[in-house]
Nanobody, 123 residues
């Protein structure tokens, strides 16, 4: 069993940056692809990006390409989402998730989920 805990959310002005962290416990996530999703009020959960288990590959949704990056430190069981040039429409609860189907944007393909962290971008 894997427990994921996100942190680092908060309030930021448009154009600003924020780094989210996802810590894993219980079992190593070294062999899982790690993704970030987000969910805004009244909207479905949407895929943001994913990093392969090795850290060699990343894939992002079009709306964050060039603005967000994902990195991981398998020795620390940590995954990070660096968000730059934030926009008000990036406001959402951000979730990290662990799965084994690299590149999938479907929440159903991810086995473990964190509880989420709120990101609010003011205009």
């Amino acid at each position: 069993q894997v427990q994921l805990v996100e942190s680092g959310g908060g309030l930021v002005q448009a154009g600003g940056s924020l780094t989210l962290s996802c810590g894993a416990s219980g079992r190593t996530v070294s062999y899982y692809d790690m993704a970030w999703f987000r969910q805004a009020p009244g909207k479905e959960r949407e895929f943001v990006g994913v990093i392969s288990w090795s850290g060699d590959n990343t894939y992002f949704a079009d709306f964050v390409k060039g603005r967000f990056t994902i990195s991981r430190d398998n020795a620390k069981n940590m995954v990070y989402l660096q968000m730059n040039s934030l926009k008000p429409e990036d406001t959402a609860v951000y979730y990290c998730a662990a799965g084994r189907i690299y590149g999938s944007g479907r929440p159903m393909d991810y086995t473990y989920w964190g509880q989420g962290t709120q990101v609010t971008v003011s205009s």
